[in-house]
């Protein structure tokens, strides 16, 4: 777990662990004679990815951004990802219980950013953190409904329909505030209806920026996933990231970084460098 003070907020990085994706898949275009300079493939092409959630401590609010991939996957998803499962485990060592988490943000809906969502419990599927309020955008949701052939590996509908039949998870069209200080921008590529989680307090801005720039090895323009559905909407929402994270000079969370959890991303000499936090 890694904290940090921002204005008068707590910010703490909490894992669920660690699982593999291909390496040529994370780096899209990208070379491996390139990519690899940056990430350590093993004997299959596959590299180790982190599953970062942020947890801010406003005073008043208890915020969780993503949940990770749960341990709720299907056996033939488990042969394939794992099923490190650590995220209540490792809340539970930083004192922070289910019951604790007042607001639950998920930038999208993936099955490894919102596992944790829900927890099956005497046959049902219910919420893993029972009094907060979920938050998503609602075009997200439709599309993970769609089952879109291109990605619906990806949507696992009980990560999130359970909350929606119950109330608790509201679907959010376009930027909004959520609590003080604690606010989702969308930024689309990865997905159409991708969000950002900004958190801002005593002149400093931290952001969740998910899969728009999912590792520290990402932060170059053209280094794109062959899992965003839109990339040239991925390069153009991270220029307009960029336009204002690098001269305000934001504390960016690397939703995948297994190594880098967070860092201050610069210009240096002409091209854009991760200083780690």
């Known amino acids: 777990m890694n904290r940090i003070e921002l204005g008068d907020f707590e910010l703490g990085i909490f894992s669920d662990g660690t699982y593999p994706l291909d390496g040529g898949a994370f780096f ?111 075009g997200e949701w439709l599309h993970g409904r769609e089952q879109h052939i291109r990605d619906s590996i990806s949507y696992i509908s009980d990560n999130y329909d359970p909350l929606i039949r119950s109330g608790q998870m509201h679907l959010l069209r376009g930027d909004q505030e959520i609590v003080p200080g604690v606010s989702v921008e969308v930024f689309p590529g990865h997905t159409a209806h991708m969000q950002a989680v900004v958190v801002a307090s005593g002149g400093k801005t931290a952001c969740y920026i998910s899969d728009l720039i999912p590792t520290a090895a990402h932060i170059d323009l053209t280094w794109v996933m062959a899992f965003d559905l839109f990339p040239i909407d991925t390069i153009n929402s991270r220029k307009r990231y960029y336009e204002r994270a690098l ?19 610069e210009q240096d000499v002409g091209r854009l460098v991760a200083r780690p936090a």
């Open 28 to 138: 899209g275009v990208v070379p491996k004679v390139m990519w690899s300079k940056k990430a350590v493939a093993d004997e299959r092409n596959f590299v180790q990815a982190g599953l970062n959630s942020l947890l801010v401590r406003t005073g008043k609010h208890t915020v969780l951004v993503e949940t990770g991939i749960g341990n709720k996957l299907s056996d033939k998803m488990v042969k394939i990802y794992g099923q490190p499962a650590k995220l209540v485990e490792n809340l539970a060592a930083g004192g922070v219980s289910p019951e604790d988490i007042d607001v639950v943000i998920n930038t999208h809906l993936h099955f490894d950013h919102s596992g944790w969502n829900t927890v099956r419990r005497d046959g049902q599927v219910v919420a893993t953190f029972p009094k907060a309020k979920y938050y998503v955008q609602e």
């Open 247 to 265: 001269p305000e000079k934001w504390l960016t969370v690397f939703t995948h970084g297994a190594d880098v959890p967070w860092g201050y991303i």
